[in-house]
């Protein structure tokens, strides 16, 4: 498996509160993506960044920032999580080599705002 | 909005069955992938076909790409229950070197013993 670790795997918050979801991998990737996965949508990509300190939105990015400070990190940050925000986040990363872009995916971050 | 739409939502089989999920998308494309999600796991990658391919084969998968009707599928030869997951395409719509995907929203698979 790539070594890609999400933290928390789990959280349960409150409606108004920040979150901070971290995404850290050990593959030294340059590319590093956010998305969030609900019943009947698929995944939808939230943000992404294409180096340190350059990222850029997705489909659904807001309500969301994210920050990345070194290659293996990417945080993504509710500022103020709404119940709307409740799903599954997954990390993806991706050394695109030769226009191949696999991107292998962590483990999850299932968050609930109540 | 979704590039890639997966056709049938749902597919049960028997094991030893095959089973052939498909995938239509939108615009034009460098090159489409096919991915797995076990229950509660994050995807794994099972295969990908760049634009000028036709057809390419892994294993028990098979995978086909006809850019002229813009769709795809995916060929489980032989299935067995741990076959079993959740099945998305995904697509880089052309996207140049940033590696974005967009994906379907999947065919969840059931093998029965």
């Known amino acids: 498996d790539a070594g890609i670790t999400q933290s928390p795997r789990h959280k349960v918050t409150e409606t108004g509160t920040p979150v901070t979801l971290r995404c850290h991998q050990t593959?030294?990737?340059?590319?590093m993506y956010w998305y969030r996965q609900d019943p009947g949508h698929g995944l939808r990509l939230i943000h992404y960044?294409?180096?340190?300190?350059?990222?850029d939105k997705g489909e659904v990015s807001d309500g969301y920032s994210v920050s990345r400070s070194k290659t293996e990190d990417f945080l993504l940050t509710l500022e103020s999580a709404t119940s709307s925000q409740t799903s599954v986040y997954f990390c993806?990363?991706?050394?695109?080599?030769?226009?191949?872009?696999?991107?292998?995916f962590g483990p999850g971050t299932r968050l609930t705002v109540l | 909005s979704q590039q890639g739409e997966e056709d049938p939502q749902a597919l049960s089989i028997q094991e030893g069955e095959n089973a052939t999920m498909n995938c239509s998308y939108k615009?034009?494309?460098?090159?489409l992938q096919w991915y797995r999600q076990n229950s509660g796991r994050g995807l794994v990658h099972l295969i990908l076909?760049?634009?000028?391919?036709r057809e390419k084969h892994s294993g028990r998968l098979r995978v086909t790409l006809d850019t002229s009707k813009k769709s795809s599928s995916l060929l489980i030869t032989a299935s067995r229950a741990a076959d079993t997951a959740s099945y998305f395409c995904?697509?880089?719509?052309?996207?140049?070197?940033?590696?974005?995907?967009?994906f379907g929203q999947g065919t969840t698979l059931q093998v029965k013993p």
């Open positions: 593959e030294n990737h340059r590319y």
């Open positions: 993806a990363i991706s050394g695109l080599a030769g226009g191949y872009n696999e991107q292998f």
């Open positions: 995904a697509t880089d719509e052309g996207s140049g070197n940033t590696g974005k995907l967009i």
């Open positions: 076909i760049r634009s000028n391919e």
């Open positions: 960044s294409y180096g340190v300190k350059d990222t």
């Open positions: 615009t034009s494309i460098n090159n």
